[in-house]
């Protein structure tokens, strides 16, 4: 357990070595990967080219202080011609002038002319639509395992793809989207590209050829599709149908009009989809073509039945037709300039939501007891076009942060539908995701209804749900809930529970938003550009906020208890004392990401690793870009993480050279060797006992400090000392309250030992984690002999 808690401490050393402020930033140090200069690039600015070679393992290992010159240069060479080629640039010319001490290169660079994505030439006769084709290598496609399904937009059905679990599926890159850079040398890849791409137009057996053709006075190349043999369609033989009961098998192969040997193709997969979706019986319908190892077709259709819906066979009723409009009502609110305006009151408190297509409002109201009741305080959360603002009547400060220069494009869905259950009228969804690369055109916000037959017609079919139509309005009933409907536009003219009420106002949004705004315009700002995370943190940690959001939560849950205050404080002096400061040097370090075409050096996946793997190399690739700006060129805190990160990345080359290098220098103490132990029992396991008696022989608290404090010199150990103090100002009851939530682990352990040392005085890391580590440290240590 302490070991683990020692391996966490030195984790954090490492990591906040690597995030430090931009003040130690400005060393020597920092310049490191500066020595590796670029001369005649246009297309990508120098900084480009040297981080996409600071993200290739082969660069990185050429870089090695023990490797050769001429072999940088060869690999410098090598992987750029291979990044601008991917690029377009047909003949990159790349001149490298490397040296070995120090480790730096001079590159020079002629791009040449780029060539972009032109034309799809097709040469086809057989059943297949060349244009068919053609929309399908030159648009945005699904993923494989993606599949259709729909939502109403104007009154119409709009194909959506989604996962097994109905979530938004990102769809994919065009394979040839013209004015793009032409990837040359990816020829193998652009043909699979084009198989697969016939596979989902339902030919898996055609036999096809295809070539770039480049033409150096337009600079385009043309992609030709030559296909030689369409084959056969594929055909299902078998339909294989699960997760109906109140519907049979049959009824849903006649209701999709399936017949054996049917040709089955994405276009015809997304008819029966709709099909299925139209019915307005299944929220859940995923359809999918399957072959086996012989080439005999199958189609799969998994469904989900509404609770109470008649079958495929019997007509729907009266009311469900009504409820049919009300969903393409909802669907067009958007596009009506109307916002969706949800209340909820009860107990003293009063929680209101605003959601419309220019954003969306959660505000927040404390009540007096008073009859009427009285507003007393509120906060409010509001994200539109322009920002994202938390405000609270009761604080000083706003927290604002902009997003008019932001790329991101921010997605909402709303869903209301009938709940699955029989305790539960309606729920509500609210769906969010984001696109990166926003298109100019688009705005920051997008706002839209997903409405679908089946979320609106099992209302009809609900029990104790009383519905009758008078004079052309449905009027429902089910206890406390109420809701009245226009039976010939599907208008809800009124909604409203015991403690709830649902709108449709034009402006709401615009309204509120602007009243709040005023509200708080002359605060100041808490919002901090180089602490983003941390100014968010502590505004939301603020007794006010703290206090209300509380008790908004044990309103929803009011079997929670109340939290205590003591962590709402613990943690506030964490915040104020840097505890987000790494994390705010992450959010910077992304933010600064470079605009126009990226430059990257091509590289096959790693074969047989798992995502965990993969990410552990995504990791070794920042540390190793990152360990040289902090960390002393000389000093064994370097040596070592290089030499990590390079076995994590399965280049070894020079490692064993480097830890016998270590192993034998005076300077490296115990916690020098305990990391050169672990290397080493990863790579060679038989000098690993050798390391670990040289560590027990180091094993003193002066050689213990020695290398504390190398692994922890400049403002990564200055961060530590803060957070040490941080931790010894928490008085008893904020360090319970605080771990109360740690748990039993080793991150437990080691805040009650560090709190303990701190307490009495010894705020010197070293001391205090030397007298946690001396023991388990030589335990382990005398494991590896």
Request: glycine share 8%; proline share 6%; aromatic share 8%.
């Amino acid at each position: 357990m302490m070991l683990r808690s020692l391996h966490l401490m030195l984790a954090i050393g490492i990591a906040c070595s690597l995030l430090s402020s931009p003040a130690s930033a400005q060393t020597p140090a920092a310049d490191y990967w500066d020595r590796f200069e670029f001369e005649g690039n246009q297309a990508f600015t120098s900084t480009q080219l040297r981080d996409a070679l600071l993200a290739d393992p082969d660069f990185l290992l050429a870089a090695h202080p023990l490797g050769a010159s001429d072999e940088l240069a060869s690999v410098i060479r090598k992987q750029l011609v291979a990044g601008y080629r991917r690029q377009g640039f047909l003949a990159p010319g790349i001149r490298v002038q490397a040296s070995e001490d120090p480790v730096a290169a001079l590159v020079t660079i002629d791009e040449g002319p780029q060539i972009r994505v032109g034309n799809v030439r097709i040469h086809a006769s057989g059943q297949l639509d060349p244009e068919v084709l053609r929309k399908r290598l030159t648009e945005p496609f699904p993923k494989s395992d993606a599949f259709p399904t729909f939502v109403a937009v104007d009154g119409k059905p709009v194909i959506r793809w989604v996962d097994r679990d109905g979530k938004p599926a990102k769809l994919e890159k065009p394979i040839w989207k013209p004015g793009e850079p032409v990837p040359l040398d990816t020829e193998s890849s652009l043909h699979q590209a084009v198989v697969k791409a016939l596979t989902d137009l339902g030919y898996s057996d055609a036999l096809v050829f295809t070539r770039l053709e480049i033409d150096e006075d337009s600079r385009t190349c043309e992609l030709v599709v030559q296909l030689a043999e369409e084959g056969p369609a594929n055909r299902a033989d078998a339909i294989e149908i699960t997760g109906v009961s109140t519907n049979t098998p049959e009824q849903v192969r006649r209701w999709i009009g399936w017949q054996p040997g049917q040709v089955v193709d994405q276009q015809r997969i997304a008819e029966i989809t709709q099909r299925l979706w139209h019915s307005g019986r299944f929220p859940k319908h995923l359809v999918r073509f399957e072959r086996d190892a012989a080439g005999a077709g199958k189609l799969v259709i998994e469904l989900e039945e509404s609770p109470g819906v008649p079958s495929l066979d019997e007509s729907l009723n009266e009311l469900a037709d009504v409820f049919q409009r009300t969903g393409r009502w909802l669907g067009d609110l958007d596009q009506r300039g109307e916002d969706v305006v949800i209340t909820y009151e009860a107990d003293g408190h009063r929680l209101r939501a605003v959601q419309s297509q220019r954003g969306m409002l959660l505000h927040y109201t404390r009540l007096s007891d008073s009859v009427p009741p009285r507003p007393l305080h509120h906060w409010a959360l509001l994200m539109d076009e322009q920002q994202v603002a938390i405000l609270h009547s009761q604080h000083p400060q706003k927290w604002a942060a902009a997003l008019n220069a932001v790329t991101t494009q921010f997605r909402f869905r709303t869903k209301i539908h009938a709940a699955g259950t029989k305790e539960r009228l309606f729920g509500v969804n609210l769906n969010f995701n984001w696109n990166n690369k926003r298109p100019a055109d688009q705005p920051v916000l997008q706002h839209a209804f997903d409405v679908r037959p089946a979320d609106w017609i099992p209302f009809a079919y609900k029990p104790n749900f009383d519905c009758q139509i008078r004079d052309g309005v449905l009027v429902g009933t089910r206890g406390d809930d109420h809701i009245r409907i226009d039976a010939e536009s599907g208008q809800i003219l009124n909604w409203n529970s015991a403690d709830m009420r649902v709108q449709f106002v034009a402006g709401a949004l615009e309204k509120e938003r602007a009243a709040l705004l005023e509200l708080h315009a002359s605060k100041a700002n808490a919002y901090d550009s180089l602490r983003p995370i941390s100014s968010f943190a502590a505004y939301l940690s603020s007794e006010p906020i703290w206090s209300d959001t509380d008790a908004l939560w044990n309103m929803q849950n009011p079997q929670h208890p109340k939290v205590d205050p003591a962590l709402r404080s613990a943690i506030e002096k964490l915040i104020a004392g840097g505890l987000l400061a790494p994390v705010d040097a992450v959010a910077n370090h992304w933010g600064q990401g470079g605009a126009g075409e990226r430059f990257f050096v091509p590289s096959e996946p790693p074969k047989g690793v798992d995502w965990q793997g993969l990410m552990r190399m995504a990791g070794a690739r920042v540390v190793l870009r990152l360990a040289p700006q902090v960390l002393p060129e000389d000093g064994w805190p370097l040596t070592v993480t290089r030499e990590a990160c390079l076995v994590a990345l399965g280049r070894t080359k020079h490692t064993s050279k480097v830890l016998q290098q270590l192993h034998r220098d005076p300077d490296c103490g115990p916690l020098c060797h305990a990391t050169v132990a672990y290397l080493l029992s990863k790579i060679n396991y038989r000098e690993t006992s050798l390391v670990a008696g040289r560590g027990l022989e180091q094993m003193t608290a002066e050689a213990f400090a020695s290398d504390w404090d190398t692994l922890f010199a400049g403002a990564s150990g200055q961060w530590l000392r803060d957070m040490l103090l941080t931790v010894g100002s928490l008085t008893d009851q904020e360090r319970d309250a605080l771990l109360e939530r740690v748990g039993d682990g080793a991150a437990r352990q080691l805040l009650v030992r560090l709190g303990q040392q701190t307490g009495q005085g010894r705020g010197e890391p070293g001391e205090a984690v030397y007298e946690m580590a001396e023991l388990p440290l030589k335990a382990w240590f005398n494991s590896l002999q």
